[in-house]
């Protein structure tokens, strides 16, 4: 069995998209199907048009020269059909599969009619409500409800529509798809991956400023929705509690300018600590120096459909942690007993949590534990991975090994 993966992008770039990505091609390979891979003019500049990255082979789409609004998108389509047209005459793949978003799956489906190739569509999220977040259109404007319309009309002409979470397979059948040509495919884990949290090297820890502090932390991009400027907010409050409090804000992205110039105006720039980016192998050190990591989501369309992978990441560490109760945390946290949630958007929620979590650590083993078995048990790869099977075999007239 052999799949074309059609990509916004992938590594050795580092995001959650990427991240995923990667999982699911190792699994699927191990389940003994070929993979394929195309990424879009979105990967950026890259050494090579073929490019190896951790043993796996990415096809490159360069990126056409820029438009305004429109053309641009217009342009990155043509360029990614121009590819794809290309390797999959070549390779004559069994199914097409196109990953979010839309910009990926319009190109996928043309070649698909051209040479009878089965398409399959995974939405990942909805690039409008990105778009949003991103700050590139608005909720309920002519674009967005032109790119909604787009994204729903490509949902019913592809032969199936994979997602990633209930919330947004609940979205996709609002909008007139069959429920049974909506799969999820959850995110999930490789707990190989991951160990249990260690104990903080004091060389990292001292030259970050973190002696005899207690660490709240993120690790990941940072983006508007991420909450984190929330987080920011509540560290006055939570200083009057617990003076030795330090955060710690491991990554990079959009926000962090707007990070540290509101962590001045709040007079708490000495408490928080910007790393910038670290190397991927170097995360699992920044992430030993965290007592208790915060998860302070948004309230949003975006956030309330799609679920992250950061908690379950933690949850394979045995990490404890705090998150917002936005719909894409509460399909993944049982309040209580793998995490804690709190009213999202609301500091005086936040500053109530984390004060009764600081407070009571005896609680902290247990709920590592519980985070742990829950990923070992129902958020690992092999189990998601799974349930592509009987899709591909349906569609491409062959019989799997699972």
């Known amino acids: 069995m052999?799949?074309?993966?059609i990509l916004d992008h992938s590594i050795p770039l580092h995001s959650g998209y990427?991240?995923?990505?990667?999982?699911?091609?190792?699994?699927?390979r191990a389940c003994g199907w070929e993979t394929l891979h195309l990424t879009s003019p979105k990967q950026g500049p890259t050494a090579e048009v073929v490019e190896n990255v951790?043993?796996?082979?990415?096809?490159?789409?360069?990126?056409?020269?820029?438009?305004?609004?429109?053309?641009?998108?217009?342009?990155?389509i043509k360029a990614t059909y121009k590819n794809l047209i290309e390797l999959a005459a070549r390779h004559r793949p069994d199914i097409l599969h196109a990953h979010s978003p839309v910009l990926n799956a319009i190109?996928?489906?043309?070649?698909?009619?051209?040479?009878?190739?089965?398409?399959?569509?995974?939405?990942r999220a909805f690039w409008e409500d990105a778009a949003v977040d991103h700050g590139t259109t608005t909720a309920g404007s002519l674009r967005y409800r032109l790119t909604q319309r787009?994204?729903?009309?490509?949902?019913?002409?592809?032969?199936?529509?994979?997602?990633?979470?209930?919330?947004?397979?609940?979205d996709i059948v609002g909008r007139g798809i069959a429920a049974e040509r909506v799969t999820v495919i959850p995110n999930g884990v490789d707990i190989k991956n991951f160990q249990l949290s260690g104990k903080a090297d004091p060389a990292l820890r001292h030259q970050l400023g973190l002696d005899e502090a207690t660490v709240i932390g993120f690790v990941g991009s940072f983006y508007a929705y991420e909450g984190l400027d929330l987080l920011l907010d509540?560290?006055?409050?939570?200083?009057?509690?617990?003076?030795?409090?330090?955060?710690?804000?491991?990554?990079?992205?959009?926000?962090?300018?707007?990070?540290?110039?509101?962590?001045?105006?709040?007079?708490?720039?000495?408490?928080?600590?910007?790393?910038?980016?670290?190397?991927?192998?170097?995360v699992s050190r920044y992430y030993d120096q965290i007592d208790l990591l915060a998860y302070p989501r948004h309230s949003m369309r975006l956030t309330e459909l799609v679920t992250p992978l950061k908690p379950l990441e933690a949850m394979a560490q045995g990490r404890v942690f705090v998150a917002s109760d936005v719909g894409g945390h509460h399909e993944l946290i049982r309040d209580g007993e793998t995490g804690r949630?709190?009213?999202?958007?609301?500091?005086?929620?936040?500053?109530?949590?984390?004060?009764?979590?600081?407070?009571?650590?005896?609680?902290?083993?247990?709920?590592?534990?519980?985070?742990?078995h829950f990923v070992e048990k129902e958020r690992n790869w092999k189990r998601s991975v799974a349930a592509y099977a009987p899709v591909y075999a349906h569609f491409a007239g062959a019989k799997i090994k699972r």
């Open 341 to 372: 949630l709190f009213q999202a958007g609301s500091v005086e929620a936040l500053v109530s949590v984390v004060s009764d979590m600081l407070e009571h650590r005896g609680r902290w083993r247990a709920m590592g534990k519980a985070g742990r």
């Open 107 to 123: 190109p996928a489906l043309w070649v698909g009619q051209k040479l009878g190739i089965p398409v399959v569509y995974e939405v």
């Open 150 to 170: 787009i994204e729903t009309e490509i949902m019913r002409r592809v032969a199936h529509v994979f997602t990633i979470c209930e919330g947004l397979r609940q």
């Open 234 to 282: 509540a560290v006055p409050r939570l200083l009057g509690q617990f003076p030795a409090l330090r955060v710690l804000l491991v990554g990079g992205g959009p926000q962090e300018e707007n990070l540290k110039a509101q962590a001045a105006k709040l007079g708490v720039a000495d408490k928080v600590v910007f790393t910038g980016r670290v190397p991927h192998g170097e």
């Open 2 to 5: 052999r799949i074309l993966h």
């Open 54 to 76: 951790d043993g796996l082979t990415f096809y490159r789409t360069p990126a056409p020269p820029a438009g305004m609004v429109g053309i641009n998108e217009w342009r990155q």
């Open 18 to 28: 990427t991240f995923r990505t990667e999982a699911l091609l190792r699994e699927q």
